[in-house]
């Protein structure tokens, strides 16, 4: 038996969003000052789509139906948070905000890749802002990107 068929790792599965509204992303500055989109772990039952709708209209106070959310890719982040014996398995989706109301922090592509993010999302995030559809997997240690495989998807 495998570590996760013995209980011993864990597969956390989680959504993040970067919904977009005339060339800018709403992005997110977490306590340790490193910037992200908007998301979280899925909830016992929910799909990987509800649960983007959910997180963000509970993070951005912005309500969205389903249809203004598109799939964007997936990442899998291997023994991500060592400690706890965690893979998170993300689920990246993009939405379209026609209001973006009074939340902050819309940011251009330029301006995000310039701010404080995860190593990895310099990698992914090219793919988000051109809409192409990718897969990838991202190794961390000690809070550092020791490697990467990150692939586009074509149908």
Known sequence: MNPFEQGQQKIIPATLIYAHHQGTYLMMEHKDGVW?????KLELGESALQCAVREFEE?????LGADAFQWMGF???PNFKSHKHEDWWV?????EVSDPGKTAHWKTPEEILGLKLW???QKFLPYVFKRQPFHGTFWYGNGHLEKFELMKITM
């Open 119 to 121: 190593d990895g999302d």
């Open 75 to 77: 990442i899998a982040f």
């Open 36 to 40: 992200n989109g908007l998301g979280g």
């Open 91 to 95: 689920h990246v989706f993009v939405a």
């Open 59 to 63: 993070e951005s106070g912005i309500r």
